[in-house]
């Protein structure tokens, strides 16, 4: 008998063994005991987090025989072996991705009109929804608002905005959250136990969390690793070195050359990761995360439990944290993330990585406020330091530092430098809008900002973007875009600036905010965000919308 994969020897086949998604189980499961039985759903949530296993499992208890009194499937019944072999003809996957066109659409249409042929129910289960294309969205609209009594459509997307509005308004729709690490850590153990499989648990633990909240990535993560070291104990070593990771030890090795402005010793160190084989982008992602723990320990010495690194790990970066100054540290942090993102279109991955690495060690290579801060930083190190090894004399270098911060006086204009408080621009900010905008225009805008002001007061906004995303919102000024159709959201460069616009960046964040404004104002708005060196506003994208009370003017 051939070897069946993990993920798929243990895809859960009722609703007890579906980790993570307690909300949704119970909610569909409550559904089914009280015969509410909705007649269109959309699953939405990133990759292997349950989205097609739990739209099966819904798939046998609508239609089981012998359904237990929770509303969980027996998978005893015939019908509910014929759904799990994938044989019944009353449940029908279709795989969006290669099935988008009207004519797949029709033909859904027209089976539809046919009733099941064993169970209670025809369930439609139609994964990658999003990849459907503009009209056979509209063909299967009329189907989806008024389909017959026996028919149930699922879809399943990892990109729920694609879908129109159309549609998802006609639909229930369930988000399914990134399983935590915990969750996916405990399930993997279980596992590892009923396979009969020795492991490490720092081992399991990293694998879980290498898993990035998705529990099929973790399965797969994991038969790796288990094939390549069959017969012996996992460890974490063996770990490190089938999924080609790096050891915290590189970083701290790292972290401390570029702090000594070690160039060659950092090359060195990018060489041997290279060599050892790691992916630059996980290595770039890794890094970034490291350079966020490190700003933990700075900021605070209780948040051992939310690291969760060994304590031997967590003691190595305390005396890493002390010899760099949280202002580089959040320079660095900047500087990868969006390395993060340069690196997925660049050639070649390792000369833009070693930029990046020199770039952390030559502040003077860039003109923000942050770096010249930083130039500042190290004169005065080398100031205070006595012989500094470069030839320059205390005086020529008392002379270097009144440039540097003649230099910062220019860059932060008339911003106050101890509070940061932003000038008072000299526009007609509602004027200027008028005058840009359409009626129309003015009319969708001040919508979009009064639904993004909402979401920032709004407790319930908590369950859908979670209490942090939201609360960072706050660090951000709404502004109109230069196409006069879309929002940006602006972040000063301070502290809670900086986070707030690298959280903000992440495509995933971004896409859960639009949604949110889509479903409550209707309107399908392009939000995108960015950084300010200046904040005066002097152009549409400068216009904040928050600090204008926008009336919709009447044309006769």
Known sequence: MSYTALYRKWRPDEFEEVKGQEHIVTTLKNQITHDRIGHAYIFRGTRGTGKTTVARIFAKAVNCKNPKEDGSPCNECASCKAISSGSSMDVREIDAASNNG?????EIRDDVSYGPTEGRYKVYIIDEAHQIQG???NALLKT?????????????????HKIPITIQSRCQKYDFRRISLETIYDRLMELLNREGITAEEKAVRYVAKVADGSMRDALSLLDQCISFYLGQTLTYDNVLEVLGVVDIDVFNRLTLAVAKEDTMKALDIIDEVVWHGSELNQFVTDYT????NLMLIKVSDGVNDQLDLSEDNIESMKAVAESIEMNTLMRNIRIFSELSNNMRYAAQKRVVLEMAVIKLMTPQMEKDSESLLERIRSLESKLSGGGNGSGVSEEQLE???DEKLNDLRNVAGAADMAGGKEAEPSIDRQAVLQEELTPAQYEDMSSIMECINNIRRDPDSYDSLGRGTVSMLSNASINVGLDKTSIVLSFDRSIKGDMAFRHYSDARIMEQLKNIVGERTGKACEITCRQKDDLRETDLHSINLSRINMVVREED
């Open 102 to 106: 009207i004519d797949n659409i029709r």
């Open 144 to 160: 989806l608002e008024e389909p017959p009594s026996y028919v149930i459509f699922i879809m399943a997307t990892t990109d729920s």
């Open 399 to 401: 002379r270097l530092i």
């Open 135 to 137: 009209a056979a969205f």
């Open 289 to 292: 995360w490291y350079m966020r």
